[in-house]
């Protein structure tokens, strides 16, 4: 845990950013400073309350418990910040899964090539999602509701409802999702996770094409009459989304060893939740991928804190749901009292 | 004088470090209108919203015919006779005219019976000339701005208001609704309605005001009958100091090039047909005309932002094929939106941010943006333009409306175009910022860059430019110069057929 904020902080500590000299200045009147200071202050009461938190076990599997759904967290925040939304990536992940384990073991292709097919589809889906939103000009929300549908619904079809047993994939392909490097004990999938979310969140603060996103979430007209090209960006949002959602779907079966068609069922709504908890706004032009992956981490640490606790699976959807209220309304009293 | 309708006294109202109003004491006679001015941060908005309901003051009492009251919220003075109506329109556009005027008192439990405030409606919109003719159940979004305003003055009406605020009502509103709004205003002294009237055009406030009250840095400076006060003598207690030269100096003979920008039979089927004209290199060009004549589409074609469908456009003699905005930003063309916070700033984003964003590369290296060059090239033109921040960092929302134009102007300058086309540039803000923005103007049009300005407020195109395109109707009907550049003339060929301009008046907000 440490060792992964350590390497999240560094990520933003560019003389581009203020955000890490914010954090540490004053960090309670900032988003990404509250979501660090309750997760070390959770940290803290579950390092008293069980002896278990405190193990590298225990950190391991949090971590990999969120690595995966991260890149889904990072795709949907860039959605956010362009003043969309894509419902659809857990879809896209559990298709992306059943077509690259169905190729593999009924088409006996490469699991490599395979992948990159999955990533092809995803590339596919997302330039959909981007024509019905920019050519058509449906809503992001009413595009990818209907996309998030087809995609399982396809998922459905092709798998026939059954998982598929994948254990057959090569050892190389099954590290990406579950390896540990050497003889550090750190599963390869955390790095992997750590590394995309760094690249994002500088790309986030430094690229000239990503502080586009920025413009035209803030104010859509405005980026238009500043010379952005509006539809391109958004275009460009939604095929980076189904790339990254692919990627997620191709990780997972790397992990899990199989594919199943209800894979990632809830990741939309845990992106949105860590996005938003990360100080994203669902009107556009606002957050960063630091806070969503603090979001996420957040998330995650809620729910092992609770398994560790014995409080029963059931009771995590309704804590999930009241930090999520609580986050938010916190962030909005804050800010009408500035006003 | 009769019994004041309204007082406040020693109203006190404070956010953070600002004292937004600091001991006002204004009194509203029946029948009469009271304007309220000054410069933006002056206290107007607060003191109507205090007087509204919107804010509770900190100190100071609101009398209300005599008896002290309270508000604690909007409809809650509504429903003491207190109607505010916005400089914005704040009405439901997917629901009927009626529903809108009768919203007070339908937010309450029970049934509607629609018959009757169909009829009520009816009954309500015969005092208003010109607007007897609005359908009760038509949606309110089917119907133009003016007319969406007498909606909400009716709304105010319809529970009896003893008080009408009007907060800047004619920013939208062409020539003739604000004519016609006018005549309403007097319907309603008729009445014996008290109104309370803030507007920045002072030629509305001699026209239609009784009293006025001067407002500065929350302060009250002076109350006085209107006849009391020429105008030279209104703005220099709104400003502090004497304001001598609003306008800058004419561009000097001899000093007026070649052609920049040259025009020729410009159209966008079914808005504008037939537009011709030429910038000279040195000059201010303004473009006077009614709302809806076709000065802001024809500014938008030019720019690629509206489809051209005919006509050419050159620059420097060289013909353009300007596809979209990008190729006119390429070839040196901008332009500045009449509508700054919808089409113009990213208003949750920093200073720094809303002025790079044209060229970014030019703050970047290997398309990564450096936050030196980028809060660099802001600080440069806060220190230009004169604009009142803490911070490039500050977001831009925190500003006044001038220092905000000012960053949109700068955002526009970053990227050193030849020929920058301004859409109502002094639009909503105070006199010191619009006589910055003029100089502005001239400094630019000196220093050889191509300057159009479009404006419906008359005496800003009179004292600014050199010449004056007027538009009719989309198409150029004439260009005035020197002598020629008057109120008079502008108006005879704005309007050439009045009744025609009714029909066709419609608004470009």
Known sequence: MRKGKAADVESIADPQSPAIKRVFRKPGSFREGTTILVIIGLSIMMGILSPYFLTSA???????????????????????????????????????????????????????????????????????????????????????????????????????????????????????????IGSTGIPFVIVLFLVVAVAFDFLSRRSTIIRKIYYVGSNEKAARFSGIDVNKVRMGVYMLVGVLAAFAGILSIARFNSATNTLAETVNMDAISAAVIGGASLNGGEGTIFGAVLGIALLALIQTSLNLLDVGPYWQSLVTGLVLLLAVSIDFLSHRKAR | ????????????????????????????????????????????????????????????????????????????????GIGFVHQEIALCQHISVAENIFMPALNRPGFVDFQDIYKETKRLLADFEGHAHIDPRQKVRELGVSQQQVIEIVKALSVNCKVIIFDEPTAALTESETEVLFRIIGTLKAKGIGILYISHRLAEIYRIADTVTILRDGNLIETNAVSALDQVALVNRMVGRDLTDIYPAKAAPGTIGDAILTVKGLA??????????????????????????????????ICGLMRRTGGTVSLGGKELHIRDYRDAIREGIVYLTENRALEGLFLDLSISKN??????????????????????????????????????????????????????????????PKVIIMDEPTRGI????????????????SEGIGVIMISSELPEVIGVCDRVAVMYEGSVCGVLEGGGVNERSIVQMACLSSEEQENHGRGVA
């Open chain 1, 58 to 180: 225990n950190f391991r599997t949090m971590f990999m418990s969120f690595a995966i759904n991260g890149m889904v967290v990072i795709a949907m925040t860039l959605a956010l910040i362009s003043g969309g939304i894509d419902l659809g990536v857990g879809s896209v992940m559990a298709l992306v899964g059943v077509v690259v384990g169905t190729l593999f073991l009924n088409f006996h292709m490469n699991i490599w090539l395979a992948s990159l097919v999955g990533l092809l589809l995803g590339l596919v889906i997302g330039t959909i999602n981007g024509l019905f939103i920019t050519k058509i000009g449906l809503s992001p929300f009413i595009t990818t509701l209907g996309m998030m549908q087809v995609a399982r619904g396809i998922a459905n079809v092709v798998s026939q409802g059954m998982p598929l047993p994948l254990q057959s994939m090569p050892v190389e392909f099954k590290f990406i999702g579950r390896g540990i």
């Open chain 2, 1 to 80: 004088m009769a019994q004041p309708i309204l007082e406040v006294r020693g109203i006190r109202k404070r956010f953070f470090a600002t004292q937004a109003l600091d001991g006002v004491t204004i009194s509203l006679a029946p029948g009469s209108v009271h304007a309220v001015v000054g410069e933006n941060g002056a206290g107007k908005s607060t003191l109507m919203n205090v007087i509204g309901g919107v804010y509770e003051p900190d100190e100071g009492d609101i009398i209300l015919e005599g008896t002290k009251v309270s508000f604690r919220s909007p409809s809650d003075a509504l429903g003491r």
């Open chain 2, 268 to 301: 966008c089927k079914g808005v504008f047909k037939d537009v011709s004209f030429t910038l000279k290199q040195g000059e201010i060009l303004g473009f006077a005309g009614l709302v809806g004549s076709g000065r802001t589409e024809t500014a938008r074609t």
């Open chain 2, 355 to 416: 002025i790079s964003v044209m060229d970014l590369g030019k703050v970047a290296k290997l398309s990564l943006i450096q936050a030196k060059a980028e809060n660099g090239l802001a600080q440069r033109y806060v220190g230009e333009m004169l604009i009142k921040i803490a911070s490039v960092g500050q977001k831009v929302n925190s500003l006044s409306g001038g220092n905000q134009q000012k960053v949109l102007i700068s955002k526009l300058l970053s990227v050193a």
């Open chain 2, 430 to 445: 105070d006199i010191g910022a619009k006589a910055q923005i003029y100089h502005l103007l001239r400094r630019l049009a």
